[in-house]
């Protein structure tokens, strides 16, 4: 497969997986070229890989933990919601927007096992071969994330709003 | 059984992933940055292949610098110098080395100055199509290519920056053991077992040193070798073509890298990059290549800085940068990352100075920063 291919066949994904990652749209643009970047220039190795795919979004992770590794605090970079454009469903567009909050306050790590799980639906193993761990780190990380979320003082207003 | 919470994340993430991607968009770009980052002959993790370096010596060979080899008036494609690092020179491949500290060898100091470097490679960082030196914070990295494969050599005093620099190289080793082999002195080699063919080597060449190889490739043997030739009883000063005349406050040399072609390319200088700053964030990392090699600032104001023509812009990694097309013959690029915004990027940018002569290699300052 060449460069090119593997860009058209998975760049889309990548791009909504940093989307997810990031909590930025333009840093997720800016994380998935500097990845595929690098990609493109140990080509060579990257396609040597059994599962090039896992291999870049394994390059993803990283570099965004070395982003927030770099930038060295628990700084959330979070686009502005669009407001509610009707009563009737504002009040679950606010819930989602006050999870999708709550969500970027989760360790990047932690993150990034809920995102792999829940939207990409990938199964334990093939998460701790992305991010280099053990399955049962991943588990562990999993559930720390989903109490984090439940333990954090705005999760209760959320479900005692449903 | 999947919970209530767990749904919800499920259609938050489906609801936040965005809108379609333009992929021709996204190749284009990741294919340009690409060719950006080879061209800059980074090459000093060995990440950059040895074609990367072919691609920026290409560039520099077939433009009249004085005195130097003619371009070849054929397309770089059927170009006898474009595949120069796999055609070694008549007298063999010959990287000039770096000028010799005057400081007792103390491997002890190791990665505690940016300026210096206390070891060398015997041969294998001369009989190379390129070598690259680096000095920072912790570790310091000698690179090199043979036979189309690179070698790093790094040394540190703690095992964290060591694996820093396997991660670097998207080798992360966390969950997974090297695999001993009985070389005696605690020799490791690691081969990941999706990724055949890559390996590190450990070992501790010294009390309180370890060392490192890393290859992308290269036969086991080959390390052997090397790891042989790896001195402690030499210390070498990181050069560069130019030099600054002020630093921002609080500022300090956080690291030098300079990479030198093994053929007898015009002044044998692939790149230099040094960095200047307060930490691993708030610093200004400053990009010396020929002139000839390829800028490519697309949104750009133009102005007068340290007497020369400069050009002000945001780069493609978003960093406030100042470069200079032509500063006496190098192409030098100024980017700042943290703190580092565009003032404290021209304020570095002036005090750029350069009084040696490019191609000369012996007229380089020994001492880079006030």
Same mark, same amino acid.
Request: net charge neutral.
């Given at each position: ?57 394994r390059m993803l992770v990283n570099a965004n933990t070395s982003f927030w590794r770099r930038r060295s605090s628990s700084e959330v970079s979070v686009a502005a919601p669009p407001p509610s454009s009707s009563p009737d469903i504002g009040a679950a567009v606010a819930d989602r927007d006050e999870l999708w909050r709550l969500i970027l306050t989760l360790p ?5 096992? =809920?995102? =792999?799980?829940?939207?990409?639906? =990938? ?25 984090? =979320? ?13 | ?20 991607? @333009? ?31 072919? &691609?920026?010596?290409? %560039? ?65 960082? +001369? ?19 043979? @036979? ?16 820093? &620099? ?22 490791? %080699? ?31 043997? &080959? ?7 790896v001195r402690l009883d030499t210390t070498l000063r990181c050069t560069a073509p130019v030099r600054l005349t002020a630093l921002p406050a609080g500022a300090r040399l956080v690291s030098c890298e300079t990479t030198l072609a093994g053929s007898d390319l015009p002044g044998r200088l692939l790149s230099c990059i040094l960095r200047v700053g307060e930490n691993t964030v708030d610093q200004a990392a400053i990009t010396v290549t020929h002139r000839h090699t ?20 945001? @780069? ?28 404290? +990027? ?10 040696? @002569? ?10 880079? %920063?006030?």
């Amino acid at each position: 497969m060449t460069f090119e291919e593997f860009v058209h066949s998975r760049g889309a994904a990548l791009v909504r997986f940093a989307r997810l990652l990031t909590g930025d749209e333009h840093r997720a643009d800016d994380l998935v070229q500097e990845v595929l970047a690098k990609a493109f220039v140990q080509w060579k190795r990257v396609s040597a890989a059994e599962r090039p795919d896992i291999y870049v979004r394994r390059m993803l992770v990283n570099a965004n933990t070395s982003f927030w590794r770099r930038r060295s605090s628990s700084e959330v970079s979070v686009a502005a919601p669009p407001p509610s454009s009707s009563p009737d469903i504002g009040a679950a567009v606010a819930d989602r927007d006050e999870l999708w909050r709550l969500i970027l306050t989760l360790p990047v790590r932690a993150r990034a096992v =809920l995102v =792999l799980r829940y939207y990409e639906d =990938l199964d334990d193993v093939v998460i701790a071969e992305i991010l280099g761990c053990s399955t049962t780190t991943v588990r562990t990380t999993a559930l720390r994330g989903l109490n984090l =979320l439940r333990a954090r003082p705005s999760f209760s207003t959320l479900r005692s709003s449903r | 059984m999947i919970t209530q919470l767990e749904q919800d994340l499920a259609d938050v993430f489906g609801s936040r992933a965005g809108d379609a991607v @333009d992929t021709d968009t996204l190749a284009a770009a990741a294919t340009a940055r690409g060719r950006r980052l080879r061209a800059r002959a980074v090459t000093v993790r060995g990440t950059v292949t040895v074609v990367a370096v072919a &691609a920026v010596a290409l %560039v520099l060979v077939r433009l009249p610098s004085g005195g130097e080899p003619a371009a070849p008036s054929s397309s770089s494609s059927s170009s006898p110098w474009s595949d120069w690092t796999q055609h070694r020179p008549p007298g063999g491949w010959a990287v000039p080395s770096l000028p010799r500290a005057d400081v007792p060898a103390d491997p002890s100091k190791i990665g505690t100055d940016p300026s210096l470097l206390h070891f060398t490679v015997d041969e294998w960082s +001369v009989n190379s199509s390129y070598t690259t030196w680096q000095s920072t914070a912790g570790i310091e990295t000698i690179a090199f290519a043979r @036979d189309s494969v690179s070698y790093t050599v790094s040394l540190a005093r703690t095992v964290e920056p060591l694996d820093l &620099a396997l991660a670097q190289e998207n080798m992360d080793i966390s969950g997974h053991l090297p695999t001993p082999i009985d070389h005696g002195g605690g020799l490791h %080699v690691f081969t990941t077992g999706k990724m055949q063919g890559f390996f590190y080597l450990r070992w501790q060449p010294a009390p309180g040193v370890l060392a490192q190889i890393f290859s992308d490739g290269g036969p086991l043997s &080959a390390a052997e070798q090397i790891r042989s030739r790896v001195r402690l009883d030499t210390t070498l000063r990181c050069t560069a073509p130019v030099r600054l005349t002020a630093l921002p406050a609080g500022a300090r040399l956080v690291s030098c890298e300079t990479t030198l072609a093994g053929s007898d390319l015009p002044g044998r200088l692939l790149s230099c990059i040094l960095r200047v700053g307060e930490n691993t964030v708030d610093q200004a990392a400053i990009t010396v290549t020929h002139r000839h090699t390829s800028a490519s600032p697309s949104a750009v104001t133009p102005l007068t800085v340290a007497g020369q023509q400069a050009t002000v812009f945001t @780069d493609d990694q978003w960093r406030p940068s100042v470069e200079f097309a032509d500063f006496n013959g190098l192409r030098i690029h100024v980017a700042g990352t943290g703190s580092y915004k565009s003032p404290t +990027v021209l304020s570095v940018a002036e005090s750029i100075r350069v009084d040696a @002569d490019p191609l000369d290699l012996s007229t380089w300052p020994t001492h880079l %920063v006030p």
